[in-house]
């Protein structure tokens, strides 16, 4: 424990993109509290980095709520929180069960609100940088993507509505909107050559995402010396939210 350097709470901390942001929070000495719903590549990745964990459902506040009242007590601060929890659902909204449709929501949407909630009770003092990922396809119209882009949508509102209220307090809260990133969530999406090709030609940069190209976006979010911005969302995502490719 370094109580001179930075805290941060790392929420979906064993996923493809959430471990990415973990190590570099770690390379860069920060103090880490790293939070997940699965235990043993929870305490895996915690060994590996020498933080603290606690394993922890987001969907659930108090569970939340624990956490950063952990790593105030552990560290006397909250420098900063991340929201890497996230699932992807494509379907035509008549074909997504109302099951479906709320378990999207609540994967996505509440635990970035929980995120938000813990994050600023433990910020309210000292101020602080929440981040929250939200997707491209929040910000351009894709078939099939109705439940996971109305969830994703709902982040970026919840991200901008969250950094106007607590900004007296100096706390920024922004988003990152990734394009298709590879991960073990989204394996499934490129199970041959044809598919991997047709989602590589939807990127202007013509390549899919890496969870590091995602992760230091939002270290850099995080990052104090970034105290002037605050209620953005920065594609990360080869171009897809905002361009088409020739």
Partial sequence: MNNSSPTYIVVGATGGIGSAVSRLLSASGSNLVLAARTEQPLQSLAADLGAVSRTVDATDYPQLQEVASFARTEFGKIDGIVCCVGSIL????????????????????????????????????????????????????????????????????????????????????????????????????????????ASKSMHALGRLGQPDDIASAIVWLLDPGNNWVTGQVIGVDGGLGQLRPR
């Fill in 90 to 197: 494509l379907k035509p909204a008549h074909l997504t069960s109302d099951e479906e449709f709320d378990e999207t929501i609540t994967v996505n949407l509440r635990t970035a609100f929980n995120t938000v909630k813990a994050g600023v009770r433990g910020m309210m003092s000292t101020g602080g940088s929440i981040v929250l990922c939200s997707s491209a396809v929040a910000q351009t119209g894709l078939a099939n993507h109705e439940a996971i882009a109305a969830a994703k949508s709902g982040i970026i509102g919840l991200a901008r509505s969250a950094a106007a209220t607590y900004a007296p307090r100096n706390i920024r809260v922004n988003c990152v909107a990734p394009g298709l990133t590879q991960t073990r969530m989204t394996s499934g999406l490129f199970e041959n050559e044809a598919s991997l090709e």
